[in-house]
């Protein structure tokens, strides 16, 4: 091999050892946004404390690196989840999640005459505590394995994007499906909380009026830090959590039961939940036959519901307002568009960034492929 062979293979085995013990490293503190505190690296890198203000996971990883480095990873992580685009993240104020304060009632006022008194009147609250789950796994790749191809920096960051990956899909599955009630361990979600045509917040749940097994959910959510948005409990570190152990003795469960080999360890964490601060900023639009809307037969009128739950939310200039639908529903509502509604009504294709988007009526639309086709009737 000659010296220049040499030299190009020690820059490039440079380059992924900075990915994977700076950029990442980096990447833990920047994920939630909030309090950001400092995550152990290669380097012994120390965080900076920034606001609470609620910011957008790109927000915060400009803010703290303007040159671009860390928000580049920050966005292959929305590519991979449209949520994070738009979610805003605020620090709790409990160790295990936040506590709300939810007005109830409102005083009582009246007209009066001269020398007439009125009765002395207050409001009413009620505080809701809301719980913040973790989400955790660990790696642990064969040393031995990892060496085989020479390049142990490129093989270690290809695994941790999978597992960043699978982080992503489980957090934006739970946001919707998590149900604390049934499985303690996770927050609970938006489905859980409008889950019924007949509760109290039933005016925010407009049923697509269909029968079958085969449903699903459209939804809008209005982002905002009084309104609904994402938690992390206080004085944790925010976001995804990357300890590198590097090589450890660790028990095989596969092959010769209680083995030990050599192995490239790591663990990975997200501590999160939601606050749901105004249940009218919500807005579900459940039983959605798919198979009716793919068929074109008493199918759901994609555009009526949407435009019904945009009148649901009290005020969309108060919030980030997004509607969420899985790809089916995204399709058929771009076919009913072209077949039924005239110029779009209301519907257009914008570029943000350089990545088209969808829009109605000022809203961005969002792919989320996490909203299942196999969701329980609402009733």
């Known amino acids: 091999m000659t010296m220049q062979m040499i030299l190009l293979n020690l820059a490039a085995l440079a380059v992924m050892f900075?990915?994977?013990?700076?950029?990442?490293?980096?990447?833990?503190?920047?994920?939630?946004?909030?309090?950001?505190?400092?995550?152990?690296?290669?380097f012994g890198m120390a965080g900076a404390t920034l606001g609470t203000?609620?910011?957008?996971?790109?927000?915060?990883?400009?803010?703290?690196?303007?040159?671009?480095?860390?928000?580049?990873?920050?966005e292959l992580l929305s590519q991979t989840n449209d949520i994070l685009t738009d979610m805003l993240w605020i620090e709790g104020n409990l160790p295990t999640g936040h506590r709300t304060t939810v007005r109830t009632g409102l005083p009582t006022v009246a007209w009066r005459l001269l020398n007439q008194g009125t009765t002395p009147s207050k409001s009413t609250t009620a505080q809701i505590d809301e719980q913040a789950g973790m989400l955790e796994a660990w790696s642990e790749?064969?040393?031995?394995?990892?060496?085989?191809?020479?390049?142990?920096?490129?093989?270690?960051?290809?695994?941790?994007?999978?597992?960043?990956?699978?982080?992503?899909?489980?957090?934006?599955?739970?946001?919707?499906?998590?149900?604390?009630?049934?499985?303690?361990?996770?927050?609970?979600?938006?489905?859980?909380?409008?889950?019924?045509?007949?509760?109290?917040?039933?005016s925010n749940v407009i049923t697509g009026s269909g029968a079958g097994a085969d449903n699903s959910s459209i939804?809008?959510?209005?982002?905002?830090?009084?309104?609904?948005?994402?938690?992390?409990?206080?004085?944790?570190?925010?976001?995804?959590?990357?300890?590198?152990?590097g090589v450890q003795t660790v028990t095989t469960a596969t092959g010769i039961g209680g083995g030990k080999m050599r192995a490239y360890q790591e663990r990975y964490q997200w501590k999160a939940g939601i606050a749901q601060k105004d249940w009218r900023y919500a807005v579900r639009i459940p039983n959605i036959d798919i198979s009716n809307l793919?068929?074109?037969?008493?199918?759901?009128?994609?555009?009526?519901?949407?435009?019904?739950?945009?009148?649901?939310?009290?005020?969309?200039?108060?919030?980030?307002?997004?509607?969420?639908?899985?790809r089916t529903c995204m399709q058929m509502l771009d076919i009913q568009r072209r077949d039924d509604i005239i110029a779009g009504a209301g519907l257009t294709w914008e570029t943000v960034d350089g990545k088209r988007q969808g829009t109605f009526r000022g809203i961005p639309l969002r792919l989320c492929d996490q909203l299942t086709e196999a969701e329980t009737l609402v009733s």
């Open 18 to 42: 900075f990915v994977l013990y700076v950029a990442l490293p980096q990447l833990a503190r920047a994920i939630l946004g909030g309090k950001i505190v400092g995550v152990p690296s290669a």
């Open 53 to 74: 203000a609620a910011l957008t996971l790109a927000d915060w990883a400009k803010r703290l690196d303007p040159d671009g480095k860390v928000p580049t990873v920050v």
């Open 141 to 202: 790749v064969d040393k031995d394995l990892a060496e085989l191809n020479g390049n142990v920096g490129a093989f270690r960051l290809s695994e941790a994007m999978a597992f960043l990956e699978a982080m992503n899909q489980e957090m934006a599955q739970t946001l919707f499906y998590g149900n604390s009630g049934l499985a303690p361990e996770e927050f609970t979600g938006l489905a859980t909380r409008y889950s019924s045509l007949t509760s109290t917040n039933a």
């Open 219 to 245: 939804w809008l959510v209005g982002w905002g830090s009084d309104t609904i948005c994402g938690i992390f409990p206080k004085a944790s570190k925010a976001g995804i959590i990357h300890e590198d152990y």
């Open 294 to 326: 793919v068929g074109k037969s008493s199918a759901a009128d994609l555009i009526e519901l949407m435009i019904k739950a945009t009148y649901r939310i009290p005020s969309l200039n108060r919030c980030r307002p997004v509607f969420y639908m899985n």
